[in-house]
């Protein structure tokens, strides 16, 4: 199995930090390819940084993959990416969040910056689980600012808040760039913390391994063309009714 792991900013560093995630719950025979937009911002932190990654996104998807990850905690360009992949297209966040209703009653969000609050709040009502979302936790500390070792005091003091404060049983990280925290935040907290990019790894290779993949049918069937095409697009690469 082809397993292709898309980092949405342009950070090398991150994309290292994802792949070694997913290739750590990866299953034998998986190839885990992980690759950095070839253009976008450098960190997602807003809704226009958001827009901006899409496009880079959807170029780096890989054909010959038979599913993808897109590893940001807003799940960036998911639906696009699902009408013109050829396999499933899994987001961090949707694995995260329904992973953790397996996991316990509750579960609070653990992110990067106050102002991403608001989409992490819509994706778990978008994904049937805002009944079990205590609270998004902000640590504040900026995408980039992950790699400081003073970060992880940061991080700790919000998932030990959102277990004393929130009664969560579940903390799921909020971006992808905390991947490499989780091990040590559970054994720290007694408390399962989830990273997406993991999640979203053994979600996707399951949906794979059950031999399935996007419905063609409305909403996720190709886009009707457009006269003159689109910019750089590379339609007939993927789904074979193109």
């Known amino acids: 199995m082809r397993l292709q792991v898309v980092n949405p900013n342009t950070t090398a560093s991150m994309t290292a930090t994802i792949a070694a995630a997913a290739r750590s719950v990866a299953a034998p025979g998986t190839e885990i390819v992980a690759v950095t937009s070839p253009h976008g911002p450098v960190s997602i932190e807003s809704h226009y940084d958001e827009a901006m990654a899409v496009p880079g996104l959807l170029a780096a998807l890989d054909p010959a993959a038979d599913a993808h990850v897109i590893a940001c905690f807003g799940d960036p360009g998911l639906d696009a990416a699902r009408e013109v992949a050829r396999g499933p297209v899994v987001g961090i966040a949707e694995a995260a969040m329904r992973t953790a209703l397996y996991l316990g009653r509750g579960f609070s969000v653990v992110t990067t910056l106050a102002r991403t609050a608001g989409r992490a709040e819509e994706l778990a009502?978008?994904?049937?689980?805002?009944?079990?979302?205590?609270?998004?936790?902000?640590?504040?500390?900026?995408?980039?600012?992950?790699?400081?070792?003073?970060?992880?005091?940061?991080?700790?003091?919000?998932?030990?808040?959102?277990v004393t404060e929130d009664g969560a049983d579940v903390i799921v990280l909020g971006c992808a760039g905390m991947a490499d925290l989780c091990a040590a935040l559970t054994a720290e907290l007694g408390v399962p913390v989830l990273?997406?990019?993991?999640?979203?790894?053994?979600?996707?290779?399951?949906?794979?391994?059950?031999?399935?993949?996007?419905?063609?049918?409305?909403?996720?069937?190709?886009?009707?063309?457009?006269?003159?095409?689109?910019?750089?697009?590379?339609?007939?690469?993927?789904?074979?009714?193109?």
């Open 195 to 242: 990273d997406g990019v993991a999640a979203a790894t053994r979600a996707a290779e399951s949906l794979v391994a059950l031999g399935v993949t996007t419905s063609r049918r409305s909403e996720y069937a190709p886009p009707p063309p457009k006269p003159g095409g689109f910019p750089g697009e590379r339609r007939a690469q993927y789904t074979d009714s193109w």
């Open 125 to 162: 009502q978008r994904y049937g689980a805002a009944h079990a979302c205590r609270r998004v936790r902000a640590c504040e500390v900026p995408v980039l600012g992950l790699e400081d070792p003073a970060a992880r005091a940061a991080i700790l003091g919000e998932c030990r808040a959102a």
